[in-house]
């Protein structure tokens, strides 16, 4: 398989790209090619959240990670009728961002305590998390989804210890190569933890059917645009968080050439 922007294969920015026409998909007239740009990140959303975490209505998910991908995992949780959608993350800004977009709870963790282990660290920001937002270990009130899309060691601790009993937990996030994870509690609690690489048949699909019938709006995600000629710009301000006036980043758009 060649993906696009993953060494040794270019990526798409120009004026043409090649590829076969049975892997284009068609965008329904009342979508925008800028909608068209954001299916890629979605559809990561709509396989982690739908096709591997199998959520059903009225279920509670916690995302850790308030990025683009995060915050569209929320939202495709959010349009397939999750009753919680609770966002995670180490940045006041993004939670509050997330809040005002999918997110019905958000958590900012508690700063880890001089001498503390990692693992301590996570069990401990876990009970907080459930005292602070009234979540348990089975029940209506438990979580009942895991999305983990930061990469950190100590979210996907964090994540293994909040996850219900017989709960889900999905791992998109690329970071740390290896975790310590507490095996026991794994298996007694009986989770079904999963491995999410991109996306695959059919979340395009989905992806475009949820903003094209407005259950999705991506056009608040957008928050900086660049011409064609500003690339490095823009990724210069990607790389950065914000932008020269000091307005962070969730994604930024690079315009066609003229």
Known sequence: MQFAATPPYDGT??????????????????LS???GAMMEPLSVGVHSVRTLGQIKANQTVAVFGAGPVGLLALAVAKALGAKRTIAVDIDQGRLD????YA?????????KNEGESMIDYSKRNAEEMKAKLGLTDRGATSVDLIIEASGAAVCVQTGLFLVRTGGTFIQVGMGTPEVTVPITMLLVKELTV???FRYGPGDY?????????DKINLKPLVTHRFKFDDAVEAFQTTKAGKSADGKGVIKAIIDGPQ
């Open 194 to 196: 999963k491995g999410s």
């Open 33 to 35: 090619l800028e909608d």
């Open 103 to 111: 997110a019905t709870d958000v958590w900012l963790p508690p700063k």
């Open 205 to 213: 699909e989905l992806a475009i059917a949820l903003v094209a019938q």
């Open 13 to 30: 920015l120009g004026r043409y790209y090649k590829l076969p026409a049975s892997l284009a998909y068609l965008l329904p007239e009342n």
């Open 97 to 100: 961002f997330a809040k005002s």
